[in-house]
T-cell receptor, first 111, second 113 residues
Framework: QKEVEQDPGPLSVPEGAIVSLNCTYS??????FMWYRQYSRKGPELLMY????GNKEDGRFTAQVDKSSKYISLFIRDSQPSDSATYLC???????????FGTGTRLTIIP | EPEVTQTPSHQVTQMGQEVILRCVPI?????FYWYRQILGQKVEFLVS????????KSEIFDDQFSVERPDGSNFTLKIRSTKLEDSAMYFC???????????FGEGSWLTVV
């Protein structure tokens, strides 16, 4: 079983739709969860960072963590064509330790 | 968000050659990382560097690889005797802000021919 699983997509949705991106993980010791956005041939850009279970909102983005189910989600409201990118989930145990990434979901927002 | 500048942005090298990839964080940081992403695959951890020492390394980071901070600002990844399978994007990252927020540079694309 992979440590972090993420549907690679591709996922295409019309502009303005709500997008739901998800990751599951196997190691219950993960405590810090991040979502990164990556444009083609560019570095991952940190979008959201959450600790333990719960929700966190930042503008059009909402991150959810359900540690009991080992499941994290990123919701994008009012999606825009500029949101078209690959979205990577990542997680770590504690401290400034290595991140374990999912494979990424390629998202396209259709104008 | 902290800035991380990486050079070169793209390098083509012949198999067996040595490559040095460089990273310059804009402000002082203690934690540095190198990650790798082979085309079409996930981002993989290579090594973390804290207080001028390697704090953790993955099984990918074998004797072919080395890191150092030669002048207190630049942070380098050296790949000795490159192989075809070393072709990938190499990302430098730093820890900044609250907790475990890790910020990535734009990457160095290495092509080994």
């Amino acid at each position: 079983q992979k440590e972090v699983e993420q549907d690679p997509g591709p996922l295409s949705v019309p502009e303005g739709a709500i997008v739901s991106l998800n990751c599951t993980y196997s190691n219950s010791a993960f405590q810090y969860f991040m979502w990164y956005r990556q444009y083609s041939r560019k570095g991952p850009e940190l979008l959201m960072y959450t600790y333990s279970s719960g929700n966190k909102e930042d503008g059009r983005f909402t991150a959810q963590v359900d540690k009991s189910s080992k499941y994290i989600s990123l919701f994008i409201r009012d999606s825009q064509p500029s949101d078209s990118a690959t979205y990577l989930c990542a997680m770590t145990f504690f401290g400034n330790e290595k991140l374990t990434f999912g494979t990424g979901t390629r998202l396209t927002i259709i104008p | 968000e902290p800035e991380v500048t990486q050079t070169p942005s793209h390098q083509v090298t012949q198999m067996g050659q040595e490559v040095i990839l460089r990273c310059v964080p804009i402000s002082n940081h203690l934690y540095f990382y190198w990650y790798r992403q082979i085309l079409g695959q996930k981002v993989e951890f290579l090594v973390s560097f804290y207080n001028n020492e390697i704090s953790e390394k993955s099984e990918i980071f074998d004797d072919q690889f080395s890191v150092e901070r030669p002048d207190g600002s630049n942070f380098t990844l050296k790949i000795r005797s490159t192989k075809l399978e070393d072709s990938a994007m190499y990302f430098c990252a730093i820890a900044g802000g609250a907790g475990n927020t890790i910020y990535f540079g734009e990457g160095s694309w290495l092509t080994v021919v």
